[in-house]
């Protein structure tokens, strides 16, 4: 009796068409200017960096993550510490119920307009690197400023610390014991180290661990809005669960720089809607995938911390919240269960975190991949290499150097906090020059296939949001005080600074080490070991 069962190689060699098909179909969407054939296309292509979608998506893992994983990898890096701690200090700034959940709509509405401008851009252009790419593709003069700006921000300000420390803290508290700071920054090193060993040396196995854990996530919001609705029924020793609901906006703060600091910190808790813009390359189908995931991970969330910011509130009195500080869940857990239940929430708390530092360091060392790939590092090779498993363990060392110099090197408190201050501030700023980068390309490139377009009055709100965010830092908050010892205005500072620094980078790189030294720059393309295509600057001496 003869089998219907295909052989391994067959299955294996009809996947592989599979695939190839697939590539085939996003090539012809996504590098219709790459070799164009007539003057109409070549004024409507869109380009980005220096390699062709065919040599940019060589190498690696391959096309493995579906609808599932992407959208886990969102949500995975959207829900962190941000909605267990953060609504302390965000009813603290706005002095009310109703301003508070306010911010946290309109944290929700500007998170969903940034999610369609960069859906326009990731399902035009799908390759991983996401902000990377879109500048490239927005800003191709001068040529490798852009892709150095960029540069330079990412890999200096790329760090996973601040989740591997709120992991080591919630551990702790869950212990109900007191350590020293370095034992403190030991389990935080320790889950740098294991994160990173895991996406490097096991990272399809480090893929199914980030989508176990987003159902674990997911799991505990769920878990609080379901206690919270139960505690507003009158089904808990709650006594008054309708309190802070009564006058909602009484006491609401009547300045302006409370709300933007507010605001910096609920965009913070839906910071990650970008997730998949920057891992494409290894995405099935990535426009189908880009359009379902990303609105399906956003909402999910949003509406999961707006149902849980209302328990909360069921369970406390905005006074209680804001004095709650940064174990806000805890504390309701304290309220509604008891001291045991406030323990175990910890360690999912802590879980919590340590599944953020996966997804950001899964993407984000893709993201150094890609730059390293424009050449535009030293040892480029080396970075944007992916041996020994696929993965980019380049790209994984060099996120993981900076996050385990914040974890070991820098003091906690203070000086801490005012680096993580300085991280957001150039964020705004490739944000800012995204969208505007956006409008640019509908003017340029009016005819280019797009199979995503966003409302334009849509990516103007996201527009005004990232305005806001760069302004509002240097508003006088009361008393003259931000929150740290530094002036309110020297993170926004320093942060323009990391971008002026890659601006120099770019002039010594391209214009006055070639007039000193006599030589121009050529591009040139390599092949590693791999199979990743990279650029490489190669001097040419003038005649």
């Known amino acids: 009796m003869s089998s219907t069962i295909p052989s ?41 960096g220096e390699l062709t979608f065919e040599e940019d998506t060589a190498g690696g893992l391959g096309r493995h993550l579906g609808v599932f994983s992407t959208t886990f990898l969102i949500i995975g890096r959207i829900i962190g510490s941000g909605i267990f701690s953060t609504p302390s200090s965000i009813t603290k700034s706005t002095g009310s119920v109703g301003a508070a959940m306010f911010m946290w709509v309109i944290g929700f509405a500007i998170s969903m307009a940034g999610l369609f401008v960069w859906l326009e851009f990731g399902c035009m252009i799908p390759r991983s690197g996401g902000e990377k790419v879109y500048l490239e593709a927005s800003y191709r003069k001068p040529r490798h400023m852009t892709s150095i700006l960029f540069a330079i921000q990412s890999v200096l300000l790329g760090f996973s610390a601040t989740g591997c420390i709120t992991f080591a803290s919630n551990m702790i508290l869950a212990a109900d014991t007191t350590v020293s700071e370095h034992t403190s920054r030991g389990v935080a090193g320790a889950a740098m180290i294991f994160v990173a060993l895991m996406h490097g040396l096991i990272p ?46 009484e006491g609401s703060v009547k300045t302006s720089n409370p709300y933007a600091t507010a605001l910096y910190k609920v965009l913070s808790s839906f910071a990650g809607w970008s997730n998949a813009a920057y891992i494409l390359n290894e995405v099935k189908n990535p426009v189908r995938t880009l359009k379902i995931a990303g609105p399906l991970a956003v909402t999910t969330c949003g509406l999961l911390y707006i149902f849980a910011n209302i328990s909360y509130y069921a369970a406390a009195t905005p006074a209680e919240v804001s004095a709650s500080g940064v174990t806000v869940a805890s504390f309701f857990m304290l309220k509604v269960f008891g001291k045991t239940a406030s323990r175990v929430l910890n360690v999912f708390v802590g879980i919590s975190a340590l599944g953020n530092v996966m997804t950001v360091t899964y993407a984000h060392a893709r993201v150094n991949q890609e730059i390293a790939k424009e050449g535009i590092l030293p040892f480029s090779s080396f970075w944007a290499s992916t041996w020994p498993m696929g993965a980019p363990t380049g790209g994984l060392f060099l996120h993981f150097i900076p996050s385990i110099i914040m974890i070991t090197a820098i003091p906690f408190g203070d000086a801490y906090n005012f680096i993580i201050d300085v991280e957001g501030y150039p964020r705004a700023i490739v944000f800012f020059s995204v969208v505007i980068g956006l409008f640019l390309l509908r003017w340029k490139k009016p005819f280019a296939e797009r199979p995503f377009k966003v409302f334009l009055p849509i990516a103007g709100f996201f527009l005004v949001g990232q305005s806001f965010l760069l302004v509002a830092p240097f508003l006088r908050p009361p008393g003259g005080k931000g929150d740290t010892s530094q002036p309110y205005w020297a993170y926004p500072l320093v942060g323009i600074g990391v971008m002026v620094s890659g601006l120099v980078y770019y002039v010594v790189l391209v214009h006055i080490l070639p007039r000193i030294g006599n030589y121009s720059l050529k591009h040139e393309k390599i092949v590693l070991a791999d199979g990743t295509h990279v650029m490489k600057f190669v001097k040419s001496k003038e005649e």
């Open 8 to 48: 391994s190689n067959e299955a294996e060699k009809k996947a592989m068409s599979e695939i190839k098909a697939q590539d085939s179909e996003i090539q012809r969407v996504a590098t219709q200017g790459t070799f164009p054939t007539d003057e109409k296309e070549k004024n409507n292509s869109v380009e980005a």
């Open 204 to 249: 399809k196995l480090g893929v199914k661990v980030m989508n176990v854990v987003g159902v674990i996530k997911i799991g505990i919001v769920v878990f609080i809005v379901v206690t919270g609705w139960a505690v507003l029924g009158g089904g808990t020793r709650i006594k008054d669960p309708h309190a802070s609901f009564r006058n909602a906006f």
